[in-house]
């Protein structure tokens, strides 16, 4: 089974997600598949209250916060995988390096290797952060990253068996509600 969730910060999903995961998993095979490279004090506080949410929900943790493809072999084919998040992920690959420079084929890459990894999973929970469907104006780096985002959404939400939405601490589901 395959999961998309997106939405707001701090709406629940990744709570969800986790639920979610636990759900599904086979006995030992739970994995959360962790994506933020930690860049200041915020994201570092990020992490440790990610952690302390899944203390003792049996989580095994893999850190790959980019090339997810050369992982392959590493894969649990049994395993049930908690990604979070598809947002960080995409930021690692898109902005390598300081000098501003963005790597517009991320978003291809990003999406083409996380759907052949949720191939080789048994069950994969995808969770991202809705960034781009707002009308604000940014300047060309934000908006290739917003709309680079939104191309791996799509990609993974056309895959997915199940697809829903948090806003306003609220659920919505687009498919699948029943699988859950």
């Given at each position: 089974?395959?999961?998309?969730?997106?939405?707001?910060?701090?709406?629940?999903?990744?709570?969800?997600?986790?639920?979610?995961?636990?759900k599904?998993?086979?006995e030992?095979?739970?994995?959360?598949?962790?994506?933020?490279?930690?860049?200041d004090?915020?994201d570092?506080?990020?992490v440790?209250r990610?952690?302390?949410?899944?203390?003792?929900?049996?989580?095994?943790?893999?850190?790959?916060?980019?090339?997810?493809?050369?992982?392959?072999?590493e894969?649990?084919?049994?395993?049930?995988?908690?990604?979070?998040?598809?947002?960080?992920?995409?930021?690692n690959?898109m902005?390598?390096?300081?000098?501003?420079?963005i790597n517009?084929?991320?978003?291809?890459?990003?999406?083409?290797?996380l759907?052949?990894?949720?191939?080789?999973?048994?069950?994969v929970?995808?969770?991202?952060?809705n960034i781009?469907?707002?009308?604000?104006?940014?300047?060309?780096?934000?908006?290739?990253?917003?709309?680079?985002?939104?191309?791996?959404?799509?990609?993974?939400a056309e895959?997915?068996d199940?697809?829903?939405?948090?806003?306003?601490?609220?659920?919505?589901?687009?498919?699948?509600?029943?699988l859950?």
């Amino acid at each position: 089974m395959r999961i998309f969730i997106s939405g707001g910060a701090k709406n629940g999903k990744s709570m969800f997600a986790q639920e979610c995961a636990k759900k599904l998993a086979k006995e030992d095979h739970l994995w959360y598949l962790a994506t933020m490279e930690p860049r200041d004090d915020e994201d570092l506080a990020r992490v440790a209250r990610h952690r302390n949410e899944r203390a003792g929900w049996g989580f095994k943790t893999a850190e790959w916060g980019r090339n997810i493809a050369l992982h392959s072999d590493e894969i649990d084919c049994r395993g049930t995988y908690l990604v979070d998040s598809v947002t960080a992920l995409l930021s690692n690959e898109m902005f390598v390096g300081m000098a501003g420079d963005i790597n517009k084929a991320a978003p291809q890459k990003v999406a083409a290797e996380l759907l052949d990894f949720s191939e080789k999973a048994e069950n994969v929970v995808f969770v991202s952060d809705n960034i781009h469907c707002d009308a604000a104006f940014y300047d060309e780096w934000t908006d290739s990253y917003r709309a680079g985002l939104a191309f791996v959404d799509r990609a993974l939400a056309e895959k997915c068996d199940v697809v829903a939405e948090f806003s306003c601490g609220q659920i919505i589901f687009y498919k699948g509600a029943e699988l859950i």
